[in-house]
């Protein structure tokens, strides 16, 4: 197994100890690579190894909300829109916590 399937398990194994349910996705997206997608996400040590041994390179989902973290998702479409004034607005009347992370996502 390569280095970067190597530190994918780890980071969903770490996602996992702190009781987030991950799943795998098809490699480079965000469409699940299992029968019942987020549905089948899953704190189990053993189930996550299997998933990464039978498809390396699978990209890392967590299931959102809980027992998940919450997530608010802010997106740039050009022309079409671009949901980060709102998102500021949101932030200036105090609605929302401090972000823990800031994570970039496919499309």
């Known amino acids: 197994m390569s280095k970067e399937p190597e530190n994918t398990v780890r980071r969903a194994l770490g996602y996992a100890r702190r009781g987030w349910p991950v799943f795998p996705c098809q490699p480079g997206g965000k469409e699940p690579a299992t029968r019942h997608g987020f549905h089948d996400a899953t704190t189990s040590p053993d189930q996550i190894r299997s998933w990464w041994q039978r498809r390396p390179a699978?990209?890392?989902?967590?299931?959102?909300?809980?027992?998940?973290?919450?997530?608010?998702?802010?997106?740039?479409h050009g022309?079409?829109?671009?949901?980060?004034?709102?998102?500021?607005?949101?932030?200036?009347?105090?609605?929302?916590?401090?972000?823990?992370?800031?994570?970039?996502?496919?499309?």
Do not use: E, M
């Open 58 to 76: 699978a990209n890392l989902a967590i299931a959102t909300g809980q027992p998940g973290p919450d997530v608010l998702d802010v997106d740039q």
């Open 79 to 107: 022309d079409a829109g671009n949901g980060f004034p709102a998102f500021n607005r949101l932030q200036r009347a105090g609605l929302l916590d401090a972000a823990s992370a800031i994570i970039a996502t496919p499309g």
